[in-house]
């Protein structure tokens, strides 16, 4: 048999733990406390998707998690995606409200100018808005160009910023796909946080050429289209699992300290008449429970900063 070279193991970046330099690598359970305010001991990040799946997708390089399936015009799933922003997202406000749930919403730049009704009416709520990208059709990708990356992440970002009027700090890539290059764009473009790296469960600084940006996990185990279309468990199934997940990370802050509980959902998913039930038994639990501290992105991001 053959073996390996001495040189086999050397290259760029080898260290203890990893092999880049992106980020200081520790271990959750040795890592400082953190405090949320009022003693909470969870912090809860409902983050929505809102996005716009063009009916001529490209699928370049690979075809989207949730895109067109059929051949074009793909009406019937296009239809459905139109559908959790006409109808599904109102159930959604709803049940924020009723629960005291204070969201976060991710959004396609396209999608904002498609729909300013939409738009308005978060303003007029005060919730915060993330950029999502252009649309979930414009994927970023190892191997891009980089000045072709670089004009998409600014053309989305300063649109959004213009048609919201708000100062849009967050990102979350279409697909949570990137290239190499995506977090210095992010960061030379005004990003404090993204959303893309699932590797933990608390915040973590983020190394890039222009500056730091915080790393927010939003896992994808907890993401309703991964548990009900991807996994094709029942909704019922969705709601079990999230509040398991709920009961763990409660039990865990008793030791670690605060934790975050972060639900990626989706209108076109859970808005549905059949569904929309399991997401209110959830954050009916949630939004009722003394130790949880409901609140946006940013909130969270600035905390856990201020205790590093």
């Not at 296009?78 to 009723?98: E, M, P």
């Amino acid at each position: 048999m053959a073996t390996l070279n001495d040189d086999y193991l050397q290259y760029p970046e080898r260290s203890y733990g990893m092999d880049h330099d992106r980020y200081e690598w520790s271990m959750l359970q040795d890592r400082k406390a953190v405090q949320w305010p009022d003693g909470k001991k969870v912090a809860l990040w409902v983050n929505v998707g809102l996005q716009f799946f063009p009916l001529n997708q490209k699928g370049i390089p690979f075809k989207v998690p949730g895109g067109m399936t059929k051949p074009y015009p793909d009406l019937r799933h296009y239809s459905l995606r139109d559908y959790g922003n006409r109808v599904g997202i109102y159930r959604f406000l709803k049940a924020f409200d009723t629960y005291n749930i204070t969201p976060t919403f991710a959004m396609n730049t396209r999608l904002a100018e498609r729909i300013p009704y939409l738009v308005n009416t978060i303003k007029e709520r005060g919730d915060e808005i993330m950029c999502h990208g252009w649309d979930m059709d414009k994927l970023h990708y190892g191997g891009q160009d980089v000045s072709e990356e670089k004009e998409l992440i600014k053309k989305s970002l300063e649109t959004l910023r213009k048609l919201t009027g708000q100062d849009i700090t967050g990102w979350i890539s279409p697909a949570k796909n990137e290239s190499e290059n995506t977090p210095d764009l992010l960061s030379e473009n005004g990003i404090n946080y993204f959303c893309d790296w699932v590797n933990d469960d608390m915040p973590y600084d983020f190394k890039t050429k222009n500056g730091a940006l915080t790393a927010m996990p939003l896992p994808t185990e907890l993401d309703d289209y991964f548990i009900i279309n991807n996994n094709l468990h029942s909704s019922e199934d969705w709601a079990d699992q999230i509040e398991d997940a709920f009961e763990f990370l409660l039990k865990e802050s008793n030791t670690g300290g605060g934790r975050i509980l972060a639900l990626n959902i989706h209108p076109w998913v859970l808005g549905q008449p059949h569904r929309i039930q399991y997401l209110e038994r959830v954050l009916e639990k949630l939004g009722g429970h003394p130790d949880v501290w409901s609140t946006s992105a940013t909130s969270i991001v600035n905390v856990w900063k201020s205790q590093k």
